[in-house]
């Protein structure tokens, strides 16, 4: 089974500032297989990258994927009120389970 | 796109229940299909995976034998068939359709979920 772990934990930032989330898996997974989703209180999960750093339908360019391997990055730039959620990485294809991570709460201060 | 889920409520520890999912807006029949489950206040656990043709199923350890997915492509449906439920099943059930791009593939459309509640 691919364990995927998140962190931080909780991240509080200003709005403007840039948030970076971290995904580390193991083992090492494709590329093409690590997702990174948003979730507000109340709502169902909404897809922002797929394949590590390609961006889902709609989704503005402040969300950026990076990483490969072991190592995935979420880039928030330019952070908003809005992007207060929480956001989940998930290996998604390979060889199921299909886990995700536990979670990084972000709040904006 | 469009996913409904529907099916959940309050039900006994031992009982049984049967999710449903109605999709629309797509062609179901050309998608794999998943359902996520979350607890309260937990995070996001995938729980079963079937392919378009229904050929081939994954479940996760911690349903297996308990659980059964199934679809119904004629009536644009997704199943999943949950018994001897157990209070740490108590979640919100979604539902999600798995889309392929040029880079990867993920979970890109989402019901807004049943909740099922497990509490005698």
């Known amino acids: 089974e691919i364990v995927l772990t998140q962190s931080p934990g909780t991240l509080s930032l200003s709005p403007g500032e840039r948030a970076i989330l971290s995904c580390r898996a193991s083992?090492?997974?494709?590329?093409?297989?690590l997702a990174w989703y948003q979730q507000k209180p109340g709502q169902a999960p909404r897809l922002l990258i797929y394949?590590?750093?390609s961006r889902a339908t709609g989704i503005p360019d402040r969300f950026s994927g990076s990483g490969s391997g072991t190592d995935f990055t979420l880039t928030i730039s330019r952070l908003e009120p809005e992007d207060s959620a929480v956001y989940y990485c998930q290996q998604y294809g390979s060889s199921p389970p299909y886990t995700f991570g536990q979670g990084t709460k972000l709040e904006i201060k | 796109v469009q996913l409904v889920e529907s099916g959940g409520g309050l039900v006994q520890p031992g009982g049984s229940l049967r999710l449903s999912c109605a999709a629309s807006?797509?062609?179901?029949?050309?998608?794999?299909m998943n359902w996520v489950r979350q607890a309260p206040g937990k995070g996001l656990e995938w729980v079963s995976y079937?392919?378009?043709?229904?050929?081939?199923?994954y479940y996760a350890d911690s349903v297996k034998g308990r659980f059964t997915i199934s679809r119904d492509n004629a009536k644009n449906s997704l199943y999943l068939q949950i018994n001897s439920l157990r209070a740490d099943d108590t979640a919100v059930y979604y539902c999600a359709r798995e889309s392929a791009g040029i880079f990867g593939v993920a979970l890109t459309d989402w019901g807004q979920g049943t909740l099922v509640t497990v509490s005698s």
């Open positions: 079937i392919s378009s043709t229904s050929n081939t199923i």
């Open positions: 394949g590590a750093s």
């Open positions: 807006g797509f062609t179901f029949s050309n998608y794999n």
């Open positions: 083992p090492s997974i494709s590329s093409s297989y």
